[in-house]
């Protein structure tokens, strides 16, 4: 799906900022129609930004259910005959918007865009009332999946993820106009020959103006270094600057349609970074050349805003990323928002691009968060329903976000449960699934501890293995000694797989400025020996070829008996302070630099 844009011939118009909003506990409001009028009893809630922590009210916070969104927009008066849009970045985890008192869009699945063609509802210049009903209950058929319970006290919402459910519009809405002869998708695919660089790409058009497809290559300074006429083809580029890690150069492909008098219809920017991603035995290959992963497992998740998108923290997690020499991250455990690839595009970090399908394991959620026990896979639980919305979740995923260069393998899903024939039977087709929308990039999924060598079924469907490993902590806890072989045998044996191994996670809670002589858990000293008890054993594995630490920042979750405040593994603190262990990363990650 092409993001909104200001080019010669479309224009957009944000519309975050402060809407109306309220809770619905009784779910009065669709039926209702709260749509239909100014929202009853609204208070102002900020958007993007999760609802759940901006209230002093922890009523808010623990809302199960409906929530209403609404707001005015003008539509610019220039708009006159254009086709207008109507889009949101993400609505969490799935909503219906009406535009006025008509229904223009329902969408599943928190973290990828949707939108609606709203041209017959609106006119240039008139005020138009914009009302979303944002749902955040997690069932068996959601990605993520949970439990709502029908209590005495009301809703509860249980899930087998360790991440706060943050629920609300946590990323922009827009508005956006285009000619009504339109370009409605780019694919891009590079290559390389030599030195030589080669852009594929693939246009698609809509609308009834008779017209051709022009497009223009353009290098970082606006230079043309190669044109192409028609829906589809192949540029080359001659002594290629090439896309790579820590080098985020970028092309710029113009893509326009043209009318019979050469008058431009449309226009629409793609940025290109041209590189080459291959798995080869037991190395992960980008240009050619083996690449080590150094990085973590992120959250989108801040104070106050939640799962809100901010420039302020997009910014600054880059740069920490940079000062202690990360090269990559996982987008732990769902699609980040499109401004995190464009930045991570321009800044040659590398990313794991994951799907929201965590928590697909209940066995270890029951483990893990004191839930009762169900099956995961059965036609009650995660079923052939669960496996559309999640295969949905895929091609929504690479739909939007393939034609970035720093994105570099699909991982469709976070520690599903993968020792069961079940398990298998239910994975064999979204693997076959991803490689068809994209024959381009490998596929893996994070495998978790239960699913051990010799017990993971679905192992041998990924391109790359991806472990999630905590020994030292979950086991062995507090005996690095212990953990040292026991990690070190179970990475030998994945080893003899003959394929390259990621370290998806690796790390241990840790109270920043909590201080041992002896290397206690929960400690700065043993976060630090733990993860250098890690690097030794990755170090003397040969298919090890990246390393991922759980996580980036402190987080917040649901409470529990495990969480203080929420998961402490973070390497920065939750207001992203270094703790001991950022310090012992950096000099590990820097060294060759
Ligand atoms: C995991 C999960 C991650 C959790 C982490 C932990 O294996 O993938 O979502 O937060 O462990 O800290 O327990």
Redesign the pocket.
């Known amino acids: 799906m092409l993001r909104p844009q200001d080019t010669s011939t479309r224009e957009r118009k944000s519309l975050t900022g402060l809407w109306e909003f309220r809770l619905d506990p009784t779910r009065a409001g669709r039926s209702a129609r709260w749509f239909a009028d100014s929202l009853p009893d609204a208070v102002r809630a900020p958007v993007p930004a999760s609802y759940n922590d901006v209230f002093a009210d922890a009523t808010v916070r623990d809302h199960v259910g409906d929530v209403w969104y609404q707001t005015t927009a003008r539509v610019p008066r220039g708009w006159e005959g254009r086709r207008v849009v109507l889009r949101f970045d993400s609505a969490t985890h799935r909503a219906v918007v009406w535009v006025g008192d008509t229904k223009v869009a329902e969408h599943e699945g928190g973290y990828t865009p949707f939108e609606a063609d709203v041209t017959s509802l609106l006119a240039p210049g008139d005020e138009v009332r914009i009302t979303a009903v944002v749902n955040n209950e997690l069932s068996f058929q959601s990605i993520p999946p949970g439990i709502v319970e029908d209590t005495p006290q009301g809703l509860r919402q249980l899930y087998f993820?360790?991440?706060f459910n943050y629920a609300g519009l946590h990323r922009a809405v827009w508005l956006y106009a285009t000619p009504t002869t339109y370009v409605s998708d780019v694919t891009v695919v590079t290559d390389r020959h030599g030195s030589t660089g080669l852009v594929r790409y693939a246009v698609q058009s809509s609308g009834d103006a008779d017209h051709t497809v022009q497009v223009t290559l353009r290098d970082a300074e606006g230079r043309t270094v190669a044109t192409g006429d028609g829906a589809g083809g192949e540029l080359s580029v001659g002594d290629a600057h090439l896309w790579a890690p820590g080098d985020g150069y970028l092309y710029e492909l113009e893509v326009e349609l043209v009318d019979a008098e050469g008058a431009t219809l449309d226009s629409y920017l793609q940025t290109v970074g041209i590189r080459t991603v291959e798995v080869r035995g037991i190395q992960f290959l980008i240009n050619g050349e083996p690449f080590y992963f150094k990085g973590f497992?992120k959250h989108e998740d801040s104070a106050v805003r939640g799962k809100g998108y901010d420039d302020a923290f997009l910014v600054h997690d880059f740069a920490l990323l940079d000062w202690i020499g990360a090269n990559s991250f996982r987008t732990?455990?769902y699609p980040y928002a499109d401004e995190v690839y464009d930045y991570a595009d321009r800044e040659g970090v590398v990313i794991l691009d994951e799907v929201a399908a965590?928590g697909q394991n209940v066995e270890l959620a029951g483990g893990?968060f004191g839930g009762k026990s169900y099956v995961t896979f059965s036609p009650e639980t995660v079923n052939d329903v669960s496996r559309e919305v999640h295969a949905q979740a895929i091609r929504e995923l690479v739909a939007r976000d393939k034609n970035h260069p720093s994105v570099v393998l699909w991982s469709i899903a976070?520690?599903p449960e993968s020792q069961t024939p079940e398990s298998r039977e239910y994975f064999e087709p979204l693997f076959a699934l991803t490689r068809e929308l994209d024959p381009t990039r490998p596929v893996g999924f994070?495998n978790?501890?239960l699913a051990s060598h010799g017990k993971c079924l679905v192992s041998d469907l990924g391109d790359v293995l991806m472990l999630?490993r905590?020994y030292g902590w979950?086991v062995n806890t507090g005996d690095l000694v212990a953990a040292e072989q026991a990690w070190q045998t179970e990475l030998e044996a994945w080893a003899t797989e003959g394929k390259p191994i990621i370290i998806t996670?690796y790390?241990a809670?840790t109270v920043a400025g909590l201080h041992s002589v002896a290397p206690v858990p929960w400690t700065e000293e043993y976060q630090v020996e733990y993860l250098e008890m890690n690097h030794r054993v990755f170090d003397r594995v040969d298919a090890v070829v990246g390393e991922h630490v759980?996580?980036f920042a402190d987080f917040a979750?649901m409470s529990g008996v495990r969480r203080v405040d929420g998961?402490k593994?973070g390497v920065f603190t939750r207001d992203r302070r270094p703790k001991a262990a950022a310090h012992l990363l950096r000099r590990r990650w820097t060294r060759d630099a």
Do not use: L, M, P, Q
């Open positions: 993820h360790d991440f497992g732990s455990h965590v893990i976070n520690e994070a978790f501890a999630n905590y979950y996670e790390g809670d759980w996580n979750t998961n593994k």
